[in-house]
């Protein structure tokens, strides 16, 4: 069952026509790339395929970069902590840190750009009573309180780009020389980067898509003494600043900056920390900024008759797809790599602009490709937890990225990726711009709201981490799910009240961070805002430690809505009578057994009034509340699973009052799900697993077929205005 | 082995003369005690035996108490978490209460008395802006802010003791009158208990020690709408309070409390609570009181010739016998209940009385003797427990409660006691006043210091508690190992610095509990004594969430010294490599596997200087660290066994930079010690266990010799000037 040809981007490389031919009919592939480490021939870029080419912007010219080091990027670093033992506190602030990546800015003077703090007091160490030794890169602080500890925040300029640096290092790239950064904010660089594209638009004819990678401030990635990965924040605003962007930051905004703004304790403002407003407005400040010199460049662009394509990743800071101002950019397309359903959604929910591209996995390199192992399975995993989105929102095109030669050595993965494009454009035909069925609306709440859509409780770019996962889960169950998603933030509800047509929000994470909310949570209007909002009907779903912020005889600030709370200690004096669960829920009717990964540890119900549909270790772990016409639901941890996604989904039916409606489109086996289309009248059903599955699945009007599905398969089923089932299409 | 009589107190009760009598035998017992709902015959009084009455100061005296309702003990209690719903809000703030137990005290104006506070703000309402009906026990809020949660503060009279209660609750005592409590710091109570115990002693000729079973106020005992249990403190001063205590209050500290400094958000003040500076006027204000009136009393018994002896339990509240005012009581004796080794020290260590006496387990009563059951393996148990923290320091009696008449019918269990009674009596005769060998000082630092010695970590007396088994774990192994213990308070540190003796400081509990310390690691000068003392040479043991305060860059604001940190969010894009256990060390060298209870999550080592020394689940949970001269352990949790006595000795011994002192006193095997006394030449060397046991037993001069021990066995040894074992004694 062939479906033509399109929608796919396919990587090449030297000396591989004939092979790139063979895979581009077979996969449908309009499209050609090259790929970090190959670069096209002439004769492929001939082929009937638009050509995709890789363009840095603001690296990988050192020839310019070298000339102009006064241009380099900066970072603000916060040295290690140092404990005084006297009065004079030498501090060797580079410590543990890549000298080859990072060179202390000694152009601007220390002492207006430098703190040196006092971090047992909090206090800023005046400057009088500290001086920089240039020659072996330490601040020696005069007049210390002996057995404080003090940290030095100072600038430095990167000098090594840090894709590169860990490809290279990785790579073991010996001598070649070191990608230098430039900052787009000066004078020459920004002169040179509109040059060099030009010239290079009129030296790449057969170019048809400029592919960003990406514009210009890499996303925080700083490497230790040992040139190895020290810290890494895939939000991370770090290498944005300068010298410059300060000055800027003052003339725009009225204010200066302190270093601690952007160093934050060391924390360097993750999006796990509740955002502060100066660092809100800086980063309004970065992305206006970065903006309007990106639509520079997708100007220039188009004015070659070309497409202008950003990677979202590598330099991406500033872009942020959902923000203020990106649609200014003027972007034609934008990929991304998908790691999963909420990666994919990540990307294809993107708007403004005309196209979006999915990277699916697996990447052609010779970790995955190499004998004995089978790349099928990895990219059946992925296409299986992607097509769930995929079903909800499709991306306009997918593709792979490596080396194709690696990949055409596996005939079975050759052939699965052509089944795999075939469906890909079957689904795309079929729904693209169909609106799919959607049984409620979810809020996802927290400090960032649209910002970081599906973005919450990342810290490098889809990579598990033991204190994420269980909040992850949320966000890959939605991303398939047939719900609609949005993601609000507190001063979206402080300022406008819950959206109308919001049926259930969802506050998890943990407490103090941004995604829980912390101190959010003493915000009288929030609270009153959520509170009335619930008690007039809305739901509520609680995930770890939602809503806490110890204040005034409650760490859950919602708890007497939630009904249940965190045990800290001071209220172990109180009887904790309500320890059983009750018999049979329509939360919990698909559930064998519960798996909420990490947990949460003292969780306990406040009254008899709480449903407890969990209760082990002398803990409740799943709970339901009432308040007023309201509904709560708590949750100890969501870990993505079929078991976890059918149960966020009763949670979220339940919450919302649409218990019927949770039935009306429906699969009985967790590993199924029935996606409909109203507007066309089909229904997508597909079995998530790699078993074969048998599943009674309901039409939307109550009535049931027994279905059995093979392996993977997606099923597509026309119905009446009935809602009756006909033959398989 | 027979060692002859005394030092032991049995219950007696009516009909029983002749069993008395065998059993005073044959447990050598010198005293004889009534219990409750025992009472004891004239002829049982006229044995050779001192006589011991349970004497009620405030309670048990409905005729007068009934005359002087205005006397009733009172409580601040503060209603349930109400919700606004518009402006008005009605407040049934009796409900959840126990209406026999608690009555609303409408005799002083609830606009004085009384307090109606916003939990959403933390504000006080005004109080034009509410009003009571006393009709049904409620408030009315008017002006009240749609959404936000009111709560109302408000005194009750007590009409019920606790300890009647929940007796006459438990054991259906029917139409048995209800204890009334009165407050002898009201005129006509405090007249009335002098005039009562002078007349009492004269009808008590036979009585030869008055059991004061307590002295004025309850700790905290609250129950439920059901009868049931829902609030319980035993170190609670809730039932001290009063309009009369309120204003004598203001009189002597110059300044009025407010409700809330009782009520505290509904945590009453629990010892888990970080102490406010007005709760500790409030205790001292109390205990002052307390041994004022008390001393009275004893002066009273004293002038009639008699003993008299504290129970430490029931009406207890503010005699704290680790207090500043204890010692003005003149007490005799303190009794109190022995659940195990640490609260075997809490007795046994008390100051400024002439004897201690502890009552063991079990309690002769139904639970444990019926039949079927075998009491030896609870008896055995507790003496295990006991017997550690007796070598250490002993009380000078031990006793026994309950029906005796139980007991004898259980022939194994009254010659197992026979045993006990003896081996006490041979261990008090060996080393009564004969200071034990300690290879070093710890010191325990949280907000309590002093007052809460062996009283750490604990809500209800010995009982269990998730969220406390792994800290108290900590006190029990001390209790009988070869160390001094001290109890110090930050404000201990912060005043007068760490004392010069101590090796080693443990620090355990939850953040923000007056155990760990909360903003107390905030104190400048608390936290660089700290630091200064470790990095002079100090020991500084973590347990748990040790000097946890979210402040500047850490969690644990001594993270630096210990080495390991807790992940809260904030930190995960910095990289965690530091994950690898040392494979060999000094404090693990005796562990098989590892239990550390309710563990800790997210533990971090911080640098290579840190040696892991267990790490699982993605997590630390043991550690050592060092800083300048001093050495610093960190363990996630430490019930009691045997096992962790070991680990927490060899940490305690690692950290204090004494490990070979470790091994001149010691036993290969962790179910076995050796207590050591110098003085007198001689040393126990115990098995804990009820198992056969082997190992190596070294001398103090580093010469072993293999022992065999059978179950539960205790052995003298004397040994010479060169630390030569001689033979068995």
């Not at 070298?66 to 140092?82: D, G, I, T």
């Not at 060797?92 to 220390?110: A, I, R, T």
Request: charged share 25%.
């Amino acid at each position: 069952m062939r479906n033509g040809r399109g929608r796919v981007t396919l990587p090449s490389q030297k000396d591989f026509l004939n092979e790139t031919k063979e895979l581009m009919e077979r996969w449908g592939a309009d499209a050609i790339r090259d790929s970090d480490g190959t670069k096209l021939d002439d004769d492929i870029k001939q082929l009937d395929a638009k050509i995709y080419t890789t363009y840095f912007v603001a690296r990988g010219h050192n020839d310019f970069a070298e000339k102009h080091m006064e241009e380099c990027q900066q970072l603000y670093l916060m040295s290690q902590f140092n404990t005084a033992h006297n009065e004079e506190l030498k501090i060797d602030f580079m410590k543990g840190y890549f000298e080859e990546q990072l060179k202390p800015d000694y152009v601007h003077d220390p002492k207006v750009y430098w703190e040196v703090i006092d971090r047992t007091t909090g206090k800023v160490v005046d400057i009088d009573n500290w001086s920089v030794n240039k020659q072996d890169n330490s601040v020696t602080i005069t007049n210390a309180i002996p057995w404080h500890e003090y940290t030095v925040s100072f600038l430095v300029y990167a000098i090594w780009d840090p894709t590169q640096m860990y490809n290279h290092i990785t790579n073991d790239w010996g001598d070649t020389p070191h990608d230098i950064p430039f900052d787009v904010r000066q004078p020459n660089s920004n002169k040179y980067m509109k040059d060099y594209l030009s010239q290079w638009l009129k030296e790449n004819p057969d170019t048809d898509v400029v592919r960003f990678t990406t514009f210009f401030y890499h996303f925080t990635l700083v490497f230790n003494n040992l040139g190895k990965e020290k810290f890494v924040d895939w939000f991370g605003y770090g290498a944005s600043v300068s010298v410059a962007a300060l000055d800027a930051f003052e003339k725009e905004k009225g204010y200066r900056l302190r270093p601690e703004d952007i160093v934050d304790q060391g924390y360097y403002n993750t999006s796990f920390r509740i955002p502060t407003k100066a660092f809100l407005d800086y980063m309004d400040f970065v992305q206006k900024f970065v903006a309007e010199e990106a639509r520079k460049l997708v100007d220039i662009v188009h004015e070659s008759g070309k497409e202008a394509m950003m990677f979202l990743g590598d330099n991406w800071i500033g872009t942020e797809p959902y923000g203020e101002y990106f649609k200014n950019i003027g972007l034609d397309a934008v990929v991304g790599s998908v790691g999963g359903g909420a990666t994919l959604r990540m990307i294809a929910d993107i708007p403004h602009v005309r196209y979006t591209e999915g990277r699916f996995l697996p990447y052609f390199f010779p970790d995955t490709f190499y004998e004995g192992n089978n790349p099928v399975i990895e990219a059946n995993e992925n296409w299986l937890t992607a097509r769930r989105a995929i079903l909800r929102n499709p991306v306009d095109r997918i593709g792979y990225g490596g080396y194709l030669s690696l990949a055409y050595k596996f005939p079975d993965f050759v052939s699965y990726i052509e089944s795999v494009t075939d469906e890909f454009r079957e689904i795309y035909d079929t729904i693209h711009g169909v609106e799919p069925y959607s049984g409620l609306k979810v809020a996802i709440l927290n400090s960032w709201g649209k910002l970081r859509t599906w973005q919450t409780h990342m810290v490098a770019h889809a990579l598990w981490y033991k204190q994420i996962y269980s909040y992850l889960g949320i966000l890959e169950s939605l991303s398939g799910a047939d719900v609609d998603v949005v993601f609000i933030s507190f001063d979206d509800v402080i300022n406008n009240g819950v959206p109308d047509d919001v049926d259930v929000i969802i506050n998890a994470g943990d407490a103090g961070t941004a995604f829980s909310g912390g101190h959010y949570w003493t915000n009288e209007k929030l609270v009153t805002t959520i509170r009335s909002w619930i008690y007039n009907g809305g739901g509520f779903i609680g995930v770890g430690e939602p809503t806490a912020y110890q204040h005034e005889g409650h760490y859950f600030q919602l708890a007497t809505a939630l009904g249940v709370d965190k045990e800290l200690g001071f209220s172990l004096s109180t009887d904790k009578y309500f320890v059983t669960p009750v018999n049979e829920h329509f939360i919990t009717k698909d559930s064998q057994s519960f798996d909420f990964g990490e947990g949460m540890k003292n969780i306990y119900a406040l009254s008899e009034k709480t449903e407890i549909l969990e209760y082990s270790d002398g803990e409740v772990h799943l709970a339901s509340g009432s308040f007023g016409q309201g509904r709560t639901v708590y949750i100890a941890g969501l870990p993505y699973s079929e078991e976890n996604t059918r149960l966020l989904m009763r949670s979220l039916y339940y919450a919302a009052q649409k218990e019927e409606a949770f039935y009306r489109w429906h699969s009985s086996n967790i590993y199924c799900e029935v996606h409909v289309y109203p507007a066309i009248g089909k229904a997508a059903i597909v079995n998530n697993s790699m078993e074969e599955q048998t599943t009674m699945i309901y039409n939307g009007q109550g009535k049931a077929k027994e279905v059995k599905l093979a392996p993977s398969e997606i099923r597509w089923e026309v119905f009446s205005d009935e809602g009756e089932f006909a033959d398989r299409d």
